[in-house]
Structures are given as structure tokens and as C-alpha cells.
């Protein structure tokens, strides 16, 4: 005869385990003497490792366009054009126009960066931008039209460390300002929104390569200062 005959239909009574010479155990009683210490422990230790765990990400340098691809990824729609991309069509122009010693180019976390240097681009001492370096820019902001227009531009002047002081340039601050302004009017002049450009000027105060420590060398300081003269666009 089963349980529910017994019982006239009534639930199943829950599982004892009986062990030999002993009084039935129930395994789902609970014991009010049972020692539960150990959680509060488990529980700082988790809490502690929590607080780490969001310290060390909000310490982190993200990396912005893998974000940009996780989020287009996770939300379903489509990602930004790589700048990676962008990088390559760059990289052949430079090639094509034998560029190659004029015109740096690299992606890091930031975004892409180009190094232009000044003797492209500039005459000693001016900044009117040369034939040459108007063609090379021209070239570099057709191909702008590829990427996200949610990328900003961001164009800096850098000079060396040799003091100007002419009728028009008080100083380097002013110099490297200029030639900033100058090459951002040749991207509105091609169509590219103002709200996506902004120009700055750091004179000496950012330099590629220090040409300080290379004063015992006058010719490694003048590569040094060569390489410090420069406009740097940066799209980030």
C-alpha cells in the first residue's frame, strides 16, 4: 500500500536518513547551535576584493575605440570605421608621395596620431603653410570623410627650444600657436565642422626628443630640435 493510500492523498513526508544504532536524522532540520562565524569573514573579504576590483578599473586607461566596439557590439549595431583603417590609407599616400621621412603616423590608446614635421610644412621662422605642405595636408583631409564624424580633431604646434623674437612672433608660444590656427583653417576650408577641430600651441614644452642632455653633441642636437619642430593632428 503506498504513502498516499495511507494518508488519504496527503504530501510525501520529507526524507530522514537513519544510520545504524541511531535515532533517525532529519538532513533538512536546521540547528540554531550550529556555528555560522565563518560569514562574517567570507563576507569582508568578498567586499574588500569588490572595492579592488573597482579601484583598479576606474584606474585604468581604457582603451576608447576597443570600448567603441564592444558597445556596437553588445547593443547590436554597427562599429565605427577602424582608424587602423584610416591608418593604411594615410600610410599609402605617405608611400606614394615619397613622404616617408616627412610624415609619422601611429594608433594608441588615444586614438591616431600624425607627426608632420615643420620643414614640410613651414618655411624657418613662418608659419604660412608651404605648397608642399598644403598638398600633404589636402591629401590627409580627403580621406577624413571615412571615419565616424563622432571623432574629434585636435591639431598642436610644437617649435624647439631656440628663443624667436621677431615683429610678428614674440615668442615660440606664438610661433607654434599660429602654425596650429593655420593648418586647421586648411580642414575648415575643406568642409570639415569647426565643432570637431580645435588647435593648440606648446612651443618647446612638449618636445619629441629632449636636446638638452645632447649638448656635448651639437649634431644630435640638431636632429633633436629637427624632430621637436612638428605638427601633430590628432584624431581621437
Not at 570600448?67 to 547590436?76: G, I, K
Not at 610644437?158 to 628663443?163: E, Q, R
Not at 610661433?175 to 570637431?196: C, E, H, Q, W, Y
Request: aromatic share 6%; glycine share 6%.
Amino acid at each position: 500500500m503506498s504513502l498516499f493510500e495511507i494518508g488519504g492523498g496527503a504530501a510525501p513526508k520529507r526524507a530522514r536518513s537513519v544510520r545504524p544504532g541511531h535515532e533517525p536524522v532529519d538532513l533538512l532540520a536546521y540547528s540554531e547551535e550550529e556555528d555560522t562565524s565563518w560569514l562574517l569573514p567570507y563576507v569582508d573579504v568578498i567586499s574588500l576584493l569588490l572595492a579592488f576590483l573597482i579601484l583598479a578599473l576606474a584606474m585604468s586607461k581604457v582603451n576608447l575605440h576597443r570600448f567603441e566596439l564592444l558597445s556596437a557590439a553588445l547593443s547590436r549595431t554597427s562599429a565605427p570605421p577602424s582608424l587602423d583603417a584610416l591608418k593604411e590609407k594615410i600610410d599609402q599616400m605617405i608611400q606614394t608621395k615619397g613622404l616617408n621621412t616627412q610624415i609619422r603616423t601611429a594608433v594608441d590608446d588615444e586614438g591616431l596620431r600624425m607627426e608632420l614635421k615643420s620643414a614640410l610644412l613651414f618655411d624657418s621662422g613662418q608659419a604660412e603653410i608651404t605648397s608642399a605642405g598644403r598638398t600633404a595636408i589636402e591629401q590627409v583631409v580627403k580621406l577624413l570623410p571615412t571615419i565616424d564624424r563622432a571623432y574629434q580633431i585636435a591639431i598642436e604646434g610644437h617649435t624647439d627650444d631656440v628663443p624667436i623674437h621677431t615683429a610678428r612672433f614674440d615668442s615660440n608660444w606664438d610661433l607654434s600657436s599660429a602654425r596650429a590656427i593655420n593648418v586647421l583653417k586648411l580642414f575648415t576650408a575643406a568642409g570639415i565642422n569647426p565643432d570637431r577641430l580645435s588647435a593648440q600651441g606648446y612651443a618647446e614644452t612638449r618636445p619629441a626628443t629632449p636636446p638638452g642632455p645632447l649638448a656635448g653633441d651639437p649634431a644630435a642636437q640638431a636632429r633633436a630640435r629637427s624632430e621637436n619642430r612638428r605638427v601633430v593632428i590628432r584624431i581621437h
